[in-house]
Structure formats: structure tokens, C-alpha cells
């Protein structure tokens, strides 16, 4: 490991800088890394899917929470499950999967038997199991999970969690598709990559023991399973394989966005906590994304009702009033005039409260017209980090996708951990 961190750094001492695109040397590069990639992929595919061993390198497992409140479910492809410590008679095709239900009692049960203890674990009988229809790598638990693990209520309310288990690899490889294209330019593909595994990393440190690392929703990073792998997104893995970035010796938080309207946002701005690496800095090519500029017309008892249904006491909706800007120009804090008095709530909140692909950054101005607050905005997403379509651009311009971490997480370094 020591030899290949010196390697990674003498070859990021040899990277121009950033305003200098890499050509030649990264065409070549790129032409024996496609044609060993492709060796093992159509080798791969002639073997019935088989996964290619340079993807379950590394040891690394993650833990998604891809179905949380549920009550029943159905599970494919099984070739054995345990509870409780104890095997289970428990076999199901694709297409007979079986039925897994919390029943009135409180206790799980498969195929209407009961089992013992309050966590089922499925193995798959190939590649992948199938949740309610849909394909996962690794294995899948169904858990009760207890007052103590979500907070108060959740056991009151009987709710399922379902983790699926899977080398950190094979997950990152199915989370490409969810956040960007693999068809856009390989090197934003494989910047992707790297800061989708690094921020598993980085949460599953910090997570340590609990239940799960992160979500498979936009509250962690979208994943849905291994629907959306393709032979480019297995490219961009492979091409990156085991790298991450790092901050002073450290897994760094590689958050990001999709659009940042031309500039991002430093985060202490969105979540009052300073990073020396998630700072503001130029995303210049976002402006040529068809999402960057938008508009969104609400009415005011649209946006009340929003409002009271995030926790916010608001009635008769009057005026929404900016009160503080970024120097990026996003909104921190607006005030809330209704019949009833005034409150304060941050950008974010608001988004969140509205919905955000509704509200999609904070990134804008606002006017009340004929009943209807009229919204006309920048960008997408809370700004901070990495801006996808910024990526996409630079690497349409030439840039590799280290050029590209290091213009979006100044003073990282890009450190293969296997």
C-alpha cells in the first residue's frame, strides 16, 4: 500500500495544472484500459453475468437501507436464509419468490411460518437476489428494528427495514446510472465513481456498527439495486478501482450536486460546518446544462400548506422575504409573514418543505403575482461539492477526472486505498 500511494503521488505531482487539458497520454491510457476491460467483460457476459473478479477486490462491504416502513415484501433467488442463528428451509426462484411479512403480533414470518429472532438474512442463488421484482447484488436482511436503533415510535408502528449487503464495488457500480449518465464522457463518469465510493467510505466510518451506513435515496446516494449496471459503469469502477479522496491523511466527505448555477456553495454556508475542501469555487461550464436556469409558479395555499406540513406555523400566507444571500447568491434565511405573525426558516428548509424538485436550489429570486409566488432560479441541489454537469463539461473540454476532483475538493488528493 505504501508503494502505491507513493506511486499516486508522484503521478499527481506530474499533472499539470488545471487549466491544461490531458490528451494523449490519457488517450492511450484509456485504449489498454478499455481493451482489458472489455476482455473480461464479454468474458464475463459469455459466463451467464458472472461478476468480474476485479470488482470484488478490497474486502470493503457496505450496508444500504433500501426499503425502510414497510410491512411485507417479496424476495427472489434465494438459495438459503437464516435467522435467529439458524439455517432456514427457505428456496425461491425468481419468479415464485418468497412472501416476508410482519404480522399482527410483531413477529416475521415467511411464507405465513413464523421464525425466530428480529433479523432474516437472504443469500442468493446465483448473482443476485430480487426485491419485489427488482435485482440485488449480495445479500438482503429484513430487520425489526427497535425503538433504540430509529428513535422513538418506529417499533411502535411496526415498520420493516430492509439492508441490502455488497461489496463496496459492485455498489458503486450500481450507483452511476441513478445519479448521471455512464454515457456521458468516461473521465466525469469516473469522477463519479471515486466520489461515490469515497462517500460510502466516509460514512461507513462514521456510521461504525449501527444498522446501515447510508440510504439508497437522495438522503445518501440514489441506489436501486443492479438494474442500472452497464458495461460502462463497470469501466468507470474499474478504471478507479479502490480510489478515493482524502484530506489531511483522511476519508473525505465527497458531497455533491447537479447543477451548481456556475458556482458553488462552501458548506459551512448550507450546514454550518467548515471543511477546508468543500469551498466555493467556479462550475463555469453549468449554464450550458438544460437544467440550469428554471422557473416555479406556486400558489401561496400551496406553499402554506407546505409549510404546515413541514412543522411550520404558518397562516395566511402573506410574504416570503429573502434576508440573507451567500456571496455565491444563494438564500440562507427568508422570512414568512402570514395572518398570524412572522418566522424565519432557512433556503434549505423551504426546499425541503416545498420539495425539492420542486424548489430545485436556493439560487433565486421570488415574486408575489396574482396569488402565485413566482420562483426563477439557478442550478440544482444544495450546491455544495462536486456539480455533475460541471464535471460533465469539463470533461467534454479535455480535463481528466483528477483535474475534476481537484477544481471541486481543493486540497484533496486521490489516494488508491487497494
Known sequence: MKEDREQKSEMRNQISDIRKPVYLNSYF???????????????????????????????????????KGVRDLKIGGVSRAEAGGSSLDAQASKDNPLSVVLDET????????????????????GETLYLNGRPFRGKIEVIIPSAKDFGAGVKEQKALLVVNELPLEL?????????????????????????????????????????????????????????????????????TLGEALEYNGEIALTVYHSNGGGVTEDAKNVWGKDFPYLKSVKSQFDEDSPNCYW?????????????????????????ITPL????SNRITRLRVRGG????????????????????KSTMFTLELAGGSFVFKGK??????????????????????????????????????LY
Not at 473480461?40 to 477486490?57: H, I, K, N
Open 171 to 239: 455498489y458503486v457500480a450500481g450507483i452511476i446510472n441513478n445519479e448521471i449518465s455512464s454515457k456521458w464522457p468516461m473521465e466525469a463518469v469516473k469522477a463519479q465513481a471515486v466520489i461515490a465510493r469515497t462517500y460510502a467510505l466516509y460514512q461507513k466510518k462514521k456510521k461504525g456498527s449501527e444498522l446501515y451506513h447510508l440510504e439508497g435515496t437522495v438522503a445518501g446516494q440514489v441506489y436501486s439495486g443492479s438494474q442500472v449496471e452497464d458495461e460502462l459503469s463497470f469501466q468507470a469502477v474499474h478504471e
Open 295 to 319: 422557473v416555479l409558479i406556486i400558489s401561496q395555499q400551496s406553499v402554506e400548506s407546505a409549510l404546515r406540513g413541514a412543522g411550520y406555523s404558518v397562516y395566511e400566507l402573506r410574504e
Open 106 to 125: 410483531g413477529a416475521l414470518t415467511i411464507n405465513g411460518s413464523k421464525i425466530s429472532g428480529s433479523v432474516a438474512s437472504f443469500f442468493p442463488n
Open 379 to 416: 442550478g440544482a441541489g444544495h450546491g455544495v461539492g462536486l456539480s455533475q454537469w460541471g464535471a460533465k463539461g469539463m470533461a467534454e473540454k479535455g480535463y481528466s477526472y483528477g483535474d475534476i476532483l481537484k477544481h471541486f475538493y481543493p486540497g484533496t488528493k486521490l489516494e488508491r
Open 324 to 327: 440573507y444571500k451567500t456571496p
Open 29 to 67: 491510457s484509456f485504449l489498454i484500459s478499455t481493451f482489458i476491460f472489455c476482455f473480461f467483460f464479454l468474458s464475463s457476459c459469455a459466463r451467464g453475468g458472472y461478476v468480474p473478479d476485479f470488482l470484488m477486490v478490497g474486502g470493503e462491504k457496505i450496508r444500504v437501507a433500501v426499503l
Open 340 to 359: 398570524n405573525g412572522d418566522i424565519e426558516i432557512s433556503g434549505e428548509d423551504l426546499r425541503k418543505a416545498v420539495g425539492y424538485e420542486k424548489l
